[in-house]
């Protein structure tokens, strides 16, 4: 999940739509008889291929309301600690990861910022929440010592109606606060067809954006004629600040076997050869309590064809270079 500063956004004359956007999908039931016979797709867990050491999670979130209070009014989401997290990153055999803030802790950044003490700046990575018109230098300097790299936009999650002129707007303030940070990131959950709106300003904010969730496709399998906003995406693509995380399928289908993906996961992967695209887990699947983001992993690693540097770049090598590693 992502989440927008509603204060900043209100008050520069965005507005928020009641109508949800997407559709969380809970697993189909055929994936979970597949994990309870250890098999994944085409791959077991006996035959799937030797990763190498060091690979990142690039997208993990941390709910734990006794030790980190949700805000006002907020409902209670199930509790996902720590301790769980590094559980299931060595399970996934990630253990190193990417801090999300949650759209449930609004700009309370408190659990990032205490994760990344606990777990160190050589084994994780933040990304926060911050109001653009409300943030000073000295703290961002403090966070980035800790680890942080990057803030997020979310315009869908949200529920977030805003015009090209009001997305553009809030990507200048971002940017403006960011540049002097040099190697942070603006983290980008919208639909793909807000793209158009992007694109253009890619060079002119001169910082790394990040598409979050395959750039958040309204049509699958991938139809490049129809899909709006997939040109904008690809000439975003061919620029060395742009990334994609390759994360939460069920987001978008519940096709157990991830084949709605297939063809859009190759045409990121084939663009900028393979150095634009990391992989994130979504843990813990907020949407889809239960979901087992193992059986999509090793999907992803079939879809890359044996390219063993392909593997890399995927869950280590983009990581290391976005996150500053």
């Known amino acids: 999940m992502l989440m927008t500063n509603f204060g900043w956004l209100r008050a520069h004359g965005f507005s928020l739509c009641s109508r949800r ?9 055929s994936a979970i008889s597949s994990i309870a016979r250890g098999s994944y797709g085409c791959c077991t867990l006996s035959s799937r291929p030797a990763l190498p050491d060091g690979l990142w999670d690039s997208h993990v979130h941390i709910i734990e309301p006794t030790k980190y209070p949700l805000p006002t009014n907020t409902k209670l989401p199930q509790e996902a600690t720590m301790n769980q997290a590094l559980s299931n ?4 055999g990630l253990p190193n990861m990417v801090l999300v803030q949650i759209s449930t802790y609004k700009n309370d950044n408190t659990w990032i910022l205490e994760g990344l003490k606990e777990l160190g700046p050589n084994k994780a990575r933040g990304v926060v929440a911050f109001d653009p018109d409300n943030i000073d230098k000295e703290t961002l300097r403090q966070w980035h010592s800790l680890g942080v790299r990057g803030v997020r936009l979310n315009l869908r999650s949200t529920k977030t109606a805003l015009s090209k002129e009001q997305i553009q707007a809030a990507l200048r303030r971002y940017a403006e606060k960011l540049r002097p940070m040099k190697t942070w990131s603006i ?16 060079s002119e904010l001169g910082v790394k954006i990040v598409l979050e969730h395959f750039g958040s496709p309204s049509i699958l399998p991938l139809n490049p004629t129809k899909q709006a906003g997939w040109n904008a995406m690809k000439t975003m693509m061919e620029d060395p600040l742009v990334y994609v995380k390759i994360s939460a399928p069920y987001l978008f289908s519940n ?4 084949k709605d993906f297939q063809s859009l996961a190759k045409a990121l992967f084939s663009m900028r050869n393979g150095n634009g695209v990391v992989f994130g887990s979504d843990w813990p699947h907020t949407k889809s309590r239960g979901y087992d983001a193992k059986p999509f992993m090793d999907k992803v ?8 540097e392909l ?3 995927l869950f280590r090598d983009n990581a290391k270079v976005l996150w500053d590693l």
Do not use: T
């Open 21 to 29: 956007i997407g559709c969380h999908l809970q697993h189909n039931l």
């Open 89 to 92: 990153s060595e399970r996934l």
């Open 187 to 202: 983290g980008l959950y919208a639909d793909m067809d807000v793209l158009d709106h992007v694109q253009p300003l890619v």
């Open 255 to 258: 096709d157990p076997e991830f």
């Open 301 to 308: 690693i079939e879809w890359c064809d044996g390219d063993k």
């Open 311 to 313: 593997v890399r770049k």
